[in-house]
């Protein structure tokens, strides 16, 4: 029986600290060729994120047909530069420590530069990876049909060994989550740590959270969280749902403190406009803020919320819920 | 020298080769033994139909293995003590990740995973082309990047010599002994530095305050500073006030208990004026102007008398607000104000109450009995007056007198919050709305950083925060309190003292520096001749009343920097380097990586780093001892500090034995002390009973009290080890390392270390008295005089301190050079965009960085995460060049004689000055910019 492996990014307990990311990295691109990789992400939001402007690029699905996608720059991601610390401390050559080439953009160049004006100014972190969508647009972009989804957990691969670089998927994904190695001629992406969820182990990103805000497991599972947050509470949407790729990574939406009134007395009115959280998460966003702020509320008052206890996970363990992974 | 070139190849590197193709190499040769491998046999069954299509899968089902697994962590001072898996393979460490083996505390969230994306970079970073790899000596002028690399046995009997010349000369004093972040909270290297300090009497400067971070407002109101609980405290509270803080940024496998308390109905309101990350998560976001914090505590101090919302029963018992104070001195009401001196003395002196029961004068329970073990702050059947004026018949007439609660209310009186919401830029409505949020919950906390601790009267915004906990009976339950900080108490530094007797020589960093570092000097150019006398007369005078030490007898003429980038975080910056480094007869380093205090050194001594020795860890965030295992030997010639510091002491006690030099006569603290240099290397190893840093470790555990007594093979078999009483989220268990004594005075009612046994938020000295400090109220922050933007700075995300600042991945994680955020209305007026480059400046000095606007920071102030090394801006100028404040001194804080009041290292001795000043900025112009790599 097909099923999908999932994952709830709760972002309003999200502090950017990058361990996601660092995990990551080191475990699947340190390789020639990769540098410039980060098949997981986190980009301070509103911005234009990694790499720059990808949700203007283009991709997915547009009234049932392929919509066109743009081919992004290796520059348009920054790079991981060597530093002249040789030249500086060991060889007397250069005075200052820098980086051997001078950053232009990076994958977090806007980190925390906030949006709107002092004092109701707003910014959030978004996490990325690839969204192992149900239907996803690089799979049907490829012509040498390289790209599959398994069946046992629906996780999409490229194959490396078919694959031949031809990089219909990089632009075919709209969330611009597919790299093309430019020493192997090969396009690479997020495997959502498939050896480890074969071992009923989480993706790196999520297992290595410090914050504590990404669970794992199964859509079908319900009595997982995942399909609690997902089915039953609302409260976990995909990203750009308009991109029609089914995404299967899902966001719990941030709610940040209140804004000031022109006072300077707090107000009612939220701290980021909800228009561009509807830009982001779609309409449902609106249900989702609700629920959110109801079940809050019910712990301030001192009564019970499963909603909130799911999302504060006492036992960390709890989050993740990966029964094997088998290839029958 | 260029490093390639070898005097001899060590055995970790092929002689051939450049260190960083060397280093690159034996990263890469996992992977490409990968990727050569034919897919293994022993994978799991392959789909029938598509066994050949789906075969490329094992390439990453291969990368997903090691050969050995070790248990290790960062030792440095983030205190972050998170368990980790480090995995090996191919003889190197390939990654790791996080152990994950945690429970609770109390019902709150388990402990784990713990980690940080630092932490997750130093299986990479420990291989980074910044590493020191064998000893270096410095070849012409210092700092030119020259170096001659040499044995060890060279490099310590050089050492040794120069040390032994001093010490002769001298005395040990003239030596500096400091520990940094690299290696202060490894508990085995600090504990081999100590022994090897109290052997040798080198003197070794604190780094509490010398870096700003003594929290020294505890210590003044509760006679302690070891006050803070586990990160699990934070989910028992039902308001925390974030201030003086960013955990999101500076405690990053904390954070998570913030969060899941909002989640649990804990109102969670952050206070910082520039909008930073953990306001981003918080249910309140309050923005006072920079420097304006006490006026809104104090504010709120306000809110809570006007509005009688404090808890009475618990003021009267525990804290000196209903001492008497007379009238006309303004002194509390004492025994001798009865008696005679000596008769008030014999008495037990002590301080006095209005009994409302019998409406009359009462000694005030727990105060003035000294030692003495019976004294309880219980107050029986006495009613202490909280309001009122009365006349009492003292010695020498009727005196006037009235309650500290009294002068609290006049006090609190100049804070109303319309008034104080002029200067914060607070809404009054705000005030009172977090005032009456914070009055309301049952408990109440703030969790603090050591920022308060940088600014000059610092101290008087934690004497306010205590005063907001204290009205609220918010000290000494779970959930409670002001917490900052914790650390183990004292008991794990025996091993630095046994079979020698303690002759160590700890002084305070910041009068060292005042001393040595011609700050008065600093202080006359900034602030002017009159400013600058000033300061230093009470300075002068508090060392002539014996209440500090004098350091300035003798001259600083030699400097260890253990792990330490001291010429990094010192205020002054450039300027430090120069009026003292530069002074120095010898500068010797002790690191693992190159920094700029190294590379002014004279030796560089390469030290381990955290993946490749053996040690342990005790921080109180978490009730847990953590281990440090060699997952690999050191690179090149690298030793861990209790190798390091056994390497010294042999070469000190050889050549003074080859030399003849006798015991030489030495004082500490008033004591005489006789030093034999040729018996070095016999005391510091028991007499050859302590072989390894791993011995050191079992010795700390087997004399710690609350570790369990357990081999140090089974801690690094486990990773982490719970300490005993723990279970519950604060340090209440009087057998636990970080008990805290406030949790005795309150539950049962033991008298506090303060003057009056109470919490102290009166001080009666004549210096507060003089400087109208008695109690709390907001003074304005210093103004560097025509520079209108205030500065502030913070411990960083992608960094810990100067450490891994950088990475070259970090980097890329950031803007791959310093930065400094701005309100785009500040760039805007000043022609800036996003990206330029800046020179930011003010009458002490200038440095440059990187434009990096966001709507975040509030207008007229810049915000720079601190720990960027000189090394990485243009002329090797950090922000230090801007910070005018450096020697600034405050005279309350070199008071002493009364009681809590007075010189304790590590508990009361005045902070560095890091935050209080202004400065400018502008587009830097093109010569600076003209001819810099695109």
Redesign the interface.
Known sequence: MARQVAMVIDL??C?????C???C????T???GQEYMLWHNVETKPGPGYPENWEASGGGWENGQLKPGQLMSKESH??????N??A??????E?????D???KV????N?????????N?Y???LPRLCNHCTKPSCLEACPVRAI?KREEDGVV?I????CQGLRACNTACPYKKIYYNHVTKKSQKC?F????L?KGEAP?CA???????RFVGFLEDEDGPIHKLVYEWKVALPLHPEYGTEPNVFYVP?I???A?DD????SDDPRVPIEYLRQLFGEEVDGALITLDVE?ER????KSSQL?DL???????SMFNIPDV??? | ???TQKMASPPQMPASK???TFLRQL??SS?LLT?NHAPIAAS????SGEKA?????D???K??TWDRVVRGTHGTNCAGN?AFNVYVKDGIVW????Q?V?G?SG????Y??????K???H??YMY???RVLYPMKSIGERG????ERISWHQATTEIADKFLDLVVAHGPECISYGSGTQMALKRASFCSLARFANITGVTVPEFLSGVGDLPSGIQMTLGQIHTSDTMAAVYKSRCVLVWMSNP??TR??D??FF??A????T?VI?ISPE?T?T???????V?PKPGTDTALAMAMVNVILEERLFKANYIREQSDLPLLVRMDNKRFLRAEDFATQSDATADGGGFYIWDEATDSVARAPGSGTGNDQAATLKLGKLRPALEGRWRVQGLDGVIEVTTAFELLKVRAAEHAPELMSELT???A??IR?IARTFAAAEPAMIFSGYAACKWLHGDILQRSMLLLLSLTGNIGPEGGGLQIGNSAKTQTMAFAFDGIGVAFRGISGTTWDYDHAKMKQLNQETYGKKLAQEFDDYYQESIRKGWYPSHSSKGWKMGFFAGNNGANWRASGKRWRKSALEELELIVSLVPD?GVTS?YSDYVLPIAHHYERADMMLQSRTPYVQVLDVAVPPLGEAVDDWEANRLLAEAIGRRAKERGIGIIDDVIDGRRVQRDYRRCLELYTMNGKIKSAKDVCQYIIDTTPGIPKIPFAELAEKGVVRVNGSERTTWDDKETTYHSEVFESVRDKVPYQTVSGRQSFYIDHEWFLEFDEALPAHKKPLHNEGYPLRMMMGHA??GIHSMWR????L???????PDI?I?PDDAAERDVK?GDTVRIFNDAGEFFAMA????????SMLFMYHGW?P????N?QNFGAVISTAGLIKPTSMAGGYGQIGYKPARFSPNQTYKDFTCDFEKASEEVTAG???
């Open positions: 309003n307990k502090i950017g600290c990058h361990t990311t660092t995990a990295k080191s475990l699947w340190d390789e020639p920054g790079t991981e530069c060597s530093v610390h040789e500086v401390f060991f060889d007397a050559s005075i200052r420590l820098r980086q080439e001078k950053m990076g994958s977090n160049w980190e925390d530069s906030s949006s709107g004006e002092y004092p100014n910014h959030f972190y599959y691969l194959d490396q060994d078919k495997i740590c498939f050896p480890r074969e790196a297992k290595q959270c410090p914050g504590k805000l941030p940040l403190p209140n000031y006072n300077g007395d707090i809050m712990k301030k008052q001192g909130m999302l504060i996970a006492k036992d960390w363990k088998r290839i029958e | 020298m260029k490093r450049g260190r960083r990263l890469a992977t990727l799991a069954p392959q789909p299509y789906r075969n490329f899968e390439i990453y089902r990368k997903w998170c990654r790791e990740e996080q994950g945690y609770s019902d709150a969230p388990d784990g995973p713990r980690g940080c994306q932490g997750l970079r299986s990479k980074g082309s910044q030119n990047g020259k170096w999101a940024v990053i496998p954070a998570h969060w899941d909002k989640y649990n109905g109102e952050a909008f990350p306001a981003m998560h918080s249910s309140l976001w923005n830029g607070v809404n409505n705000v709305k190159a590379h995300r992608h950088d990475d070259s991945f980097l890329s994680l950031q803007r791959g050079e955020y309100n996003d990096h606007l966001s709507a975040g920071i509030q207008p090394d090394m990485m801006f243009r090797r810099e790599p695109a």
